[in-house]
C-alpha cells in the first residue's frame, strides 16, 4: 500500500519554486518501509489517498494548501493527525472520507465546494464553515442520530443523502422545529451486539421523519442481538401519534431492518405509513440483518438463530398482522422478512 502511495505522489510530481515539504511515510509497524520524499507544488493532483502515513495536521495541511487541483482527500488509519485544517484554497475539494484516524479531534474545513464527506471516527469534532453544497454526509459516531438531528439542518442546510451509524446511541431524538428541506435518501443504522436500553424510545426517530418533507427513501437497520422493550402486545394497547398530521408526498420506500415488536418501533412504523401517501414499498425485515435466510442458486442459506430470537421474529410477524398490515396504503406492497420454512423445522 506504502509503495503504491509513493508511486501515486510521483506520478503527480511537478518540479517548480515554491515551498517545499518534506513528507514522512511509515507504518509505526514497519519501520523498513519508513521513508522520505521531497513534493514540490502538486499542481496536478487531484485525488489523494493516505493511509497509515505519519504526517501531522500542519504538515498535511501544507501538503493541501500546495495541491490546488485536489478534488478528493482520503485519509485512513494517519495516527500522528490531531487536527486538521483544510484551506479555503481547495476550491476544487469536493470529497472527503476519514477512517481510524484514531487520534484526530477536529476538522475545520474551509473547502467552499465540499460536497460529499465520510466520517467514521469517534471522536471527531466536524466544523465544515458555510457547507451550502454539502449534498452528502455519512458519520459514525456515538449518539450521531441526536447529534445530527439536532445540529446538521442549520449547519449543512442543503443536504440530500444523510447516512448515519450509532454503535450505543441512548439518547432519544428530539422534536425540532429545524428541517432538512433537501433530504432525499437517509439511512440510519443502531448497531447492538446484545440488547438496546429499554429506556430509548424507537418513536422518537420520528423527528426525521417530520423533518424531512422531501425524503424519497427511508432505510432503519436496529438490529441487536435481542429485545429487551416492550412489545406492542404487552401494557397499553394505546399507539402514540404525531399531535399533527404530516403528510409526505416523496416518501417511495420504507425499509427496516432487524424489526421487533417493540411498540416504540411499531409506533413509528405505523405513523410513517399512515402519513406517506405515495409509499410504494413497504420492507419488514423481523431477521437481524440481510441475507440471514437467504438463496442462492437453490441453495438456503441460514444464519444460526437463538431461541429468542426466533420467538421474538414469530411476535414481530404477529405484530405486523395486528397493527400495520390495514394502514399500508393502497398501492403500496408490503414484504415480510421473517425465518424460512427450514429454520421453522429445525426449531420444532
Ligand atoms: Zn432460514
Redesign the pocket.
Known sequence: MLLVLLAFLKLFYVPGVGSRLLLHLGLKSSPLYYMKIELGPLRSLTSLRLQSVRITGDELECLLSNSLALEQLKLSGCKEIIFLKIPCVLQQLKSLRVLTCSRLQAIESEAPNLSRVYLCEGKIKFSPGEALHMKDFTLWRVNSICYARAELPSIMPNLERLVLTSCDEVVNTPMLPSKFLYLKHLTITMVSGGAFSPSYDYFSLVSFFDASPSLETLLLNVSSGRMEHESVFGGTSHLRQLPEQCRHDCLKRLEIIGFSSAKGLVELTCCIVKNAVSLEHLVLNTLPGRG??SKVDNR?T??P?SKTLFEEALRTVAAITSYIQDEVPPGAKLTVVE??????SSSR
Open positions: 440471514w435466510c438456503i441460514c444464519r438463530f425465518p424460512c420454512e427450514r429454520c421453522h
